[in-house]
């Protein structure tokens, strides 16, 4: 289906575990170095919303950009859309190492995509460091945090290639681990 020699790392994890800061970390520390690419997820959520710096979309047109084969992954999570745009095939065709945050409902469809050349890296914490984290960033109700943290103890993710990196230490080493990981790809 694709010319991919590059690999894709899909960056996955539980609400709260840190997942934007292990990688906006990364970013910083690989920046200039052309082998890695951050994806930047398209949304539909309004780019003054808050959180992960994305690109912002309707509903209206993610369905469109979606049906015209707009990107390499798509899923639909909290009432909101969320993309990986397909322009990145592109660079993992050039032999790039494409870094991305994505569900990991779309990790069995990117090892399909994709044999032998996905990555996974799952983020977690403690549970009482992530119900902190998601009382921090405001985005959600009390009832709505506890509800997250029900879902926390099934998150597992099987298969080849993947990496645990626990967030719960400083962001500095966590971060330096994740950068060392990607830099060995």
């Given at each position: ?35 890695f690419v951050f994806a930047t ?119 080849p290639g993947v990496m645990e ?18 830099d060995q790809l």
């Open positions: 289906m694709n010319g991919a020699v590059g690999n894709l790392v899909l960056v996955v994890g539980p609400s709260g575990a840190g997942k934007d800061s292990v990688i906006n970390a990364a970013k910083n520390r690989l920046m200039g170095d052309p082998r997820r398209v949304i539909t959520r309004p780019a003054e919303a808050g959180g992960e710096n994305h690109e912002p979309i309707s509903q209206t047109g993610f369905d469109a950009r979606e049906k015209m084969g707009g990107f390499l992954l798509s899923w639909r999570a909290h009432g909101l859309s969320y993309g990986i745009p397909s322009s990145l095939l592109g660079e993992l065709e050039k032999g790039r190492v494409v870094i991305a945050n994505v569900s990991r409902t779309v990790i069995d469809q990117a090892r399909a995509l994709f044999p032998g050349r996905v990555h996974v890296v799952v983020v977690t914490a403690p549970r009482d460091v992530l119900a902190e984290r998601l009382a921090m960033r405001g985005r959600e109700t009390p009832d709505e945090i506890l509800e997250r943290l029900a879902r926390t103890p099934t998150f597992f993710v099987g298969g990196l626990r967030n719960d230490g400083s962001l500095k080493e966590t971060a330096d681990s994740f950068a060392g990981f990607l």
